[in-house]
């Protein structure tokens, strides 16, 4: 699947993609610096009904957001990996902890620890078209 989308329809695409996601929790966001992967995120915490400021977590690596599931408060992580260095330094932060937590999880840069992330993982490829579109494709699906 995949979508072109800019700052006019991100919500749309957003909403699209949190109905694609079905049942994973942990989604990596791979793409080039400013391909627009925080952004997404943004739009995507603001579709699930997140009230937390959402920023990027590149200087703390995981950000933890609250959001409403059907009634029922819910923890959503937002990773940023970049900072990293490798898996045990991503282990030592407790990157692999939130990845097993149940909760929803987003990762930005993933490459940086590939080896810790489950199986079932989400991959999700930005890439920029020009300076204002995007495209988000999804692997696996």
Known sequence: M??????????????QFHEAMGQRTVVAFHGPMGAGK????????EVMGVKDTVGSPTFSIINEYRYDCAGTPKALFHLDLYRINDEEEAIRAGVEDAFY?????????????????PPDTLHVYLSLQDNEK????IADI
């Open 38 to 45: 925080t952004t997404f995120i943004h739009a995507l915490c």
């Open 2 to 15: 995949e979508w072109l989308f800019s700052l006019d329809n991100i919500n749309g695409v957003a909403k």
């Open 101 to 117: 937590s149940g909760c929803i999880c987003l990762a930005e840069w993933p490459e940086k620890a590939p080896g810790i992330f």
């Open 134 to 137: 995007r495209k988000l494709t």
